[in-house]
């Protein structure tokens, strides 16, 4: 029985990504949540070391809900190409190197597909929300679309300027920020988690 965080909660948002941070503040603010960032509290990074977005999503909300001894909800998220097997994955912030610059990680998409014709490819993002005690739900979305070159936007983060979701011609870096909230991984993560455990 997944554990239902109360309207006004105070919540650690285990990331040290801003746009991460960003995204969530947004979806989470309907709902009176005070947010916290794991950056701001000083809160260490935990390694990441699960084979799959869930795990790795499980271990940072719990190292930052015992951290901290509130609620803490973590996101892992990827990017996956079809022709790649699946790469990066799991492994999409390593691609960028520790100055998380995403301009050669996407270039190194494009460079390792090379001319393959299938272009499919997917953002997967996991949520989980981790309590002091030990309890944790997590609840993954995924949006479908294809890889284009070059890179396309200015808007979003991480590989969104070379990734058009299905049914749009526009790259994730060129549409509106509300189109995305709608459409995306994380939002389709997040209305998972607010069904589930949101008052």
Same mark, same amino acid.
């Given at each position: 029985?997944?554990? =239902? ?15 991460? #941070? =960003?995204? !969530? ?11 916290? +960032? ?20 499980? !271990? ?8 901290? %001894?509130?609620?803490?909800? +973590? ?6 190409? /079809? ?5 990066? %994955? #799991? &492994? +999409? ?13 996407? /270039? ?5 597909? %090379? ?8 953002? #997967? ?13 997590? &609840?993954?979305?995924? #949006? ?7 890179? =396309?936007?200015?808007?979003?983060? %991480? ?17 509106? /920020?509300?189109?995305?909230?709608? !459409? ?6 997040? /209305? ?8």
């Amino acid at each position: 029985m997944a554990r =239902r965080l109360p309207h006004g909660a105070r919540l650690v948002l285990a990331s040290h990504n801003p746009g991460k #941070v =960003r995204e !969530i503040e947004d979806l989470l603010r309907p709902f009176g949540t005070t947010v916290l +960032s794991a950056g701001a509290l000083g809160l260490p990074e935990p390694v990441e070391d699960a084979p799959d977005f869930a795990g790795n999503a499980r !271990i940072k909300a719990l190292a930052a809900a015992r951290a901290s %001894g509130l609620p803490a909800l +973590s996101d892992d998220s990827g990017f996956c190409v /079809a022709a790649l097997g699946g790469a990066p %994955g #799991v &492994f +999409s912030a390593r691609w960028a190197g520790p100055g998380k610059d995403f301009v050669p990680a996407m /270039a190194r998409v494009n460079q390792e597909l %090379g001319d393959a014709a299938d272009r499919r490819a997917w953002f #997967v993002c996991a949520l989980c929300l981790g309590w002091p005690d030990g309890h944790a739900d997590t &609840f993954v979305g995924r #949006v479908d679309g294809i890889v284009v070159w070059p890179p =396309r936007g200015d808007k979003g983060f %991480g590989y969104d300027p070379i990734f058009v979701p299905d049914g749009y011609a526009q790259t994730f870096g060129e549409l509106d /920020a509300a189109i995305k909230d709608e !459409i995306s991984h994380r939002a389709r993560a997040f /209305a998972k988690l607010k069904a589930a455990l949101i008052d």
